[in-house]
């Protein structure tokens, strides 16, 4: 099993709008809708933000979205703002029982 | 509001055993809706799967761990641990104890702080 990949880093200004991709294949996010993203602060544990692919838990700002296509999953956050710098990390259902994340991306806002 | 804390040591020596375990509380382990894990994440790296636990026992491990990892369930106590064996550097990293959605919806909606357990002799 390898890690999803995700790009290292993305930046945007505030208002602007960014998307985090996260690859994997067809063992993973190709076959299963079962993706999820996780926000997470230094030092911090991880926080949903989506599950299954584009699912809102309740008090998840209606700026984060997210979809899939093929086998890669994205994450939207539209509106940015200076509180959205983190961490990003995708998650995925990997078959046979398993799960398996993404590397993470850190969201740099300018 | 559910939480949950890991606790255990904090420095393992390189070839013994890592013990971990998490408490639940405002919530019971005996569900049929949840399903018990533990992630871990080296300093400064991504975040790794390593087993999740229903409160009936019933497991499943990552591949690259399983060979090494123990996980099991005291429902009287609401309560979930980890033993890691044969311990490396590598195995260095933040532990975190979570919850995870059962019934086909597999994502971890519930996290403790995490521990921080440092391999070194």
């Known amino acids: 099993q390898s890690a999803l990949t995700q790009p290292a880093s993305v930046s945007g200004s505030p208002g602007q709008s960014i998307t985090i991709s996260c690859t994997g294949s067809?063992?993973?996010?190709?076959?299963?809708?079962?993706v999820s993203w996780y926000q997470q602060f230094p030092g911090k544990a991880p926080k949903l933000m989506i599950s299954?692919?584009?699912r809102r838990p309740s008090g998840v700002s209606s700026r984060f979205s997210a979809s899939k296509s093929g086998d890669t999953a994205s994450l939207t956050i539209s509106a940015l703002q200076a509180e959205d710098e983190a961490d990003y990390y995708c998650?995925?259902?990997?078959?046979?029982?398993?799960?398996?994340f993404g590397g993470g991306t850190k969201l740099t806002v300018l | 509001q559910l939480q949950m804390q890991e606790s255990g040591p904090g420095l393992v020596k390189p070839s013994e055993t890592l013990s971990l375990t998490c408490t639940v509380s405002?919530?019971?382990?005996?569900?049929?809706?949840?399903?018990w894990v533990w992630i871990r994440q080296p300093p400064g790296k991504g975040l790794e799967w390593i087993v999740s636990?229903?409160?009936?026992?019933?497991?499943h491990y990552t591949p690259s761990l399983e060979s090494r990892a123990t996980t099991s369930v005291d429902t009287f106590n609401d309560q979930f641990s980890l033993r890691l064996h044969s311990v490396t550097a590598a195995d260095t990293a933040v532990y975190y104890c979570?919850?995870?959605?059962?019934?086909?919806?597999?994502?971890?909606?519930?996290w403790g702080r995490g521990t921080l357990v440092t391999v070194s002799s």
């Open positions: 636990i229903f409160y009936d026992g019933a497991t």
């Open positions: 405002g919530g019971s382990l005996t569900t049929e809706d949840y399903w």
């Open positions: 299954e692919i584009s």
């Open positions: 998650a995925s259902y990997a078959g046979s029982n398993t799960f398996i």
């Open positions: 979570a919850r995870q959605i059962g019934r086909g919806r597999w994502s971890f909606d519930t």
């Open positions: 067809r063992s993973d996010i190709g076959n299963h809708n079962l």
